[in-house]
């Protein structure tokens, strides 16, 4: 089969993207050869390619940690899919593409009459925000939650989760216009230019069950310092502070592992820090991954949860993907990979 890949070729600037085409051979004994229809762009996905995320993919990659597509063939020994099956999953990258092999214990079927636009949308942001919400933090009603950047494609998705939960309290970090995102949500909306966060939970809760932090740097101490004592945890999941103005600063990365979660897990005051990313619990719990995907999608089949926004873009306009990326996206991208 015919693909066309889009691969990062450096990690010097964004405008790195070069689209390729390869002959993918027939799925090997376990696979399944996928036409892939749609894929997520996540702002990971710059990261990665700038070279900020410890252990990463490096240059030339494909980038995409999602896709949703046919199956158009299986290997010796599949016996769980056939072709025509729609089909989604989770990539540590590759998933700019309009076809690509996976083993068929990585493909999770997608529900009948559910949008495949709307699959790519959802299933890396909601999948990290439940196994974050559900299996790591583990928050019940009667908690109280700290999410930062609670307007981004993962903030929302916390938010909405968290409604489904039903009380939950939760303070979500915004900028000023985008206040009223996280109130509609029932969220206690903090202006993080011009307001304190950690003011506004001690004067209103006291503390915080957990608290969920992409941003890095000095904000993982400071979400850490909102914690309740004994039982506190906060789940740090990304670095945005490690690249501002499209400019690298892996000791403001270092700096905020180093005291926001290597150096508070050592104080005996019973809170707990730790860096959470997707495949972080395929080894001590390998069913999560099947069940965590399909509960997302079947929350999308339902109309529970659903992104701010979605824009796509041809697979092969994957570069102006990634300058939007770098401007900031409100809402989601998603390349459509059908050509
Ligand atoms: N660990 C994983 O497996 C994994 C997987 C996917 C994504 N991620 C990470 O998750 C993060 C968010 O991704 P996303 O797609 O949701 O990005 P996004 O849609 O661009 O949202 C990021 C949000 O961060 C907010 N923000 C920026 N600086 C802030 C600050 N100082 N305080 C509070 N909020 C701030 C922005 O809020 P305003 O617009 O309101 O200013 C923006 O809404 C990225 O770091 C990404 O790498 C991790």
Redesign the pocket.
């Known amino acids: 089969m015919q693909t066309t890949q889009v691969y990062a070729v450096n990690r010097e600037q964004a405008n790195c993207l070069e689209v390729r085409t390869t002959e993918l051979p027939a799925p090997p004994a376990g696979h399944a050869r996928v036409r892939v229809e749609a894929a997520g762009v996540?702002?990971?996905d710059l990261?990665f390619q700038r070279g900020v995320?410890p252990g990463g993919p490096k240059a030339p990659f494909v980038p995409g940690?999602d896709v949703v597509g046919v199956v158009e063939s299986v290997g010796d020994g599949v016996t769980t899919l056939r072709p025509g099956d729609r089909v989604a999953a989770l990539v540590v990258s590759g998933g700019y593409t309009t076809g690509i092999t996976l083993p068929a214990e990585r493909l999770v079927p997608v529900p009948d009459g559910v949008d495949p636009v709307n699959v790519a949308a959802v299933s890396?942001?909601y999948f990290?925000a439940y196994q974050m919400l559900h299996r790591v933090a583990k928050v019940r009603s009667g908690q109280s939650i700290l999410v930062?950047?609670?307007?981004?494609?993962?903030?929302l998705a916390f938010l909405q989760l968290a409604e489904h939960i039903g009380g939950v309290t939760v303070f979500g970090?915004?900028?000023a216009?985008?206040l009223d995102v996280v109130r509609r949500h029932g969220a206690v909306a903090v202006d993080?230019?011009n307001e304190d966060f950690a003011n506004a939970i001690r004067d209103s809760v006291g503390a915080v069950d957990a608290a969920f932090d992409?941003?890095?740097g000095p904000?993982f101490w400071r979400s850490y310092s909102v914690l309740r004592n004994r039982g506190g945890r906060l789940v740090a999941?990304?670095?945005?502070?490690a690249l501002r103005g499209g400019k690298r600063n892996m000791a403001v990365g270092a700096m905020g592992f180093l005291g926001g979660i290597i150096l508070p897990n050592l104080r005996p005051d019973g809170r707990r820090t730790g860096?959470?990313?997707?495949?972080?619990l395929e080894k001590k719990q390998p069913r999560a991954y099947g069940e965590d995907l399909a509960q997302v999608l079947d929350l999308l089949s339902a109309d529970k949860i659903a992104p701010r926004s979605i824009a796509t873009l041809p697979l092969r306009d994957a570069t102006e993907a990634f300058a939007q990326?770098e401007r900031?996206?409100?809402g989601?991208l998603v390349l459509t990979c059908t050509e």
């Open positions: 996540s702002y990971g990261l995320i940690c890396l942001n990290i930062q950047g609670a307007a981004g494609g993962v903030g970090t915004a900028s216009t985008n993080y230019r992409p941003i890095g904000h999941y990304g670095q945005s502070e860096f959470y990313n997707a495949w972080a990326l900031g996206v409100t989601k």
